[in-house]
């Protein structure tokens, strides 16, 4: 069993920078999967960035390349993912995931991931 829980949401202005935090609970963290999808306004859920078990791999969606980089400390049961360069249109609610089945595999897809936090908000205001 996993827990997560994110924190380091809020409003921000467009070209600030933010750091999302993933703690997570349980024995499992350090060799799952770890991955940040967000959800706009009705929209579906979407993959954002996912990092294998060891973080030395990476893999993140286009929209976000360049600018977002997410990063793990398995001693500290801890997932982060730092935003750079915020839009808009990067406006929802952020949720951290965990994949139990892999710990290289990173799926894009919502179906691959196992536990998931509760959310946290960011809003980038023009």
């Known amino acids: 069993q996993v827990q997560l829980v994110e924190s380091g949401g809020g409003l921000v202005q467009a070209g600030d920078s933010l750091r999302l935090s993933c703690a997570a609970s349980?024995?499992?963290?350090?060799?799952?999967?770890m991955a940040w999808f967000r959800q706009a306004p009705g929209k579906e859920r979407e993959f954002v960035a996912g990092?294998?078990?060891?973080?030395?791999?990476?893999y993140y969606a286009d929209s976000v390349k360049g600018r977002f980089t997410i990063s793990r400390d398995n001693a500290k049961n801890m997932l982060y993912l730092r935003m750079n360069s915020l839009r808009p249109e990067d406006t929802a609610v952020y949720y951290c995931?965990?994949?139990?089945?892999?710990?290289?595999?990173?799926?894009?897809?919502?179906?691959?991931?196992?536990?998931w936090g509760q959310g946290t908000q960011v809003t980038v205001s023009s």
């Open positions: 349980g024995r499992t963290f350090s060799s799952a999967v």
């Open positions: 990092i294998s078990w060891s973080g030395g791999s990476t």
């Open positions: 995931a965990a994949d139990k089945s892999s710990g290289v595999r990173v799926g894009r897809a919502v179906q691959y991931y196992d536990y």
